[in-house]
């Protein structure tokens, strides 16, 4: 599962909402978003029921038989459980018969219990781990207000989860103290039993300071070296037991179908990413003034899906720098991230993503053993 874009539904339209703003209880000293520094507040800001309701109400109209939430933060459970009781009470009561509510929530997990495993599960929220690896790569950064590791309070988390069988992945952050280590990381997550994988590069920006280049934690060649050992660990002869998200968007490709991750398909999704107080944005990586289409309070989603904005935004990734024109792995790429390409100011020329170096090596070192599981996974299964 990825949280970093919204999932999209039926509709084409994909909804992630930012819970509480920045309030967050870890200060980890990488987040891209929040800046509370682990402290929020004694209010936490959390979504006004008002703004809440309308946009619900708003957004079912457009569900075309589905509809996709995505909640996350800050730490989106600071909401508390009423709030989350809220938002399924008030997607019940304005979807359409026979509509299919779609709820995923990205956390640090520190704060589920058994009561929040039970909510999980009776509504069928699926949730992302953010968990960077063993205790002593997790604690190094993931910590709370006083530089203490999360790592116990995040396992007890899963530990919930696993009780109430929730359904959960693992979204880690790839960073200097973990980025040589992808042999460490494979064997921890199959000792854990964790079947579904994330991996995230660290990036050094404010989403808030868009028009500021992001600065990566990593070299393109750190990563793309880290994805050569991760693939051979989770290649297994061809039998794969890990789902690892980089990896199962390639073989998509190879299989015929398209990237899942926005990253790697030809264009970004249509996906509103809203603000606590109502603000809405076309990406979370773009949450800026310059970027704003709209606040849900005061505007319908038609008019800003047709925000100026919304459509400039569009506009970004199908511009391929020149350097991808050509490129043998078009199909696989589409050039990455616009977040992560550098735009002159006619927006007519580009430079390559920052991990295309790091894409275009794991794609060669990759490419037979992915086609021969494609081809294998093509061959018809006979019967015993």
């Known amino acids: 599962m990825s949280l970093n874009c919204a999932a ?42 008002f703004i809440l309701d309308k946009f619900i109400q708003d957004y079912m109209r457009h569900s075309s038989g589905s509809a996709t939430f995505a909640w996350q933060g800050g730490e989106p459970l600071l909401a508390g459980y009423e709030f989350f009781e809220e938002v399924v009470y008030r997607q ?17 997990a520190t704060l589920i219990n058994g009561r929040w495993a039970a909510f999980f599960k009776t509504y069928h929220f699926l949730i992302g781990v953010s968990l960077d690896g063993p205790q002593q790569i997790h604690d190094s ?33 790839i960073h200097k103290g973990n980025v040589g280590k992808a042999r460490e990381l494979m064997a921890f997550y199959r000792e854990q039993d964790f079947r579904f994988i994330q991996f995230i590069p660290c990036m050094d920006f404010r989403a808030q300071q868009v028009d500021q280049p992001g600065e990566y934690e990593i070299s393109a060649d750190e990563y793309g070296e880290f994805l050569c050992e991760a693939f051979d660990e989770w290649y297994q002869d061809g039998k794969p037991e890990i789902s690892v998200r980089f990896f199962d968007n390639m073989l998509s490709v190879y299989l015929g179908g398209e990237a899942e991750s926005c990253v790697h398909r030809a264009a970004c999704p249509s996906s509103l990413v809203l603000e606590q107080n109502g603000d809405a944005f076309p990406c979370d990586f773009y949450i800026n003034e310059e970027w704003k289409v709209g606040n849900v309070a005061e505007d319908s989603i038609a008019d800003m899906l047709a ?31 616009p977040r992560n390409r550098k735009w002159n100011t006619e927006e007519s020329r580009n430079g390559p993503d920052y991990f295309c170096q790091s894409y275009m090596r794991i794609y060669a070192y990759a490419d037979e053993r992915m086609q021969k599981l494609a081809d294998r996974l093509r061959l018809p299964k006979v019967m015993p």
């Open 141 to 173: 950064r993931r910590v709370n207000a006083a530089g203490k590791g999360s790592y116990s309070q995040v396992m007890n988390g899963i530990g919930h989860l696993r009780r109430h069988q929730v359904d959960f992945n693992i979204l880690t952050v």
């Open 8 to 49: 999209g539904s039926q509709s084409g339209l994909g909804v992630m909402w930012k819970t509480v703003s920045e309030d967050c209880n870890l200060a980890c000293d990488y987040c891209y978003y929040s800046t509370c520094g682990g402290k929020p507040g004694p209010a936490i800001n959390r979504i006004d029921t």
């Open 307 to 337: 925000h100026p904005n919304f459509r400039r935004f569009h506009r970004m990734k199908p511009v391929l720098p020149d350097k991808c024109q050509s490129c043998e792995w078009q199909r696989l790429c589409y050039g990455g991230c």
């Open 92 to 108: 019940a009561l304005h979807a359409p018969p026979h509509t299919v509510i779609s709820n995923s929530l990205q956390t640090n």
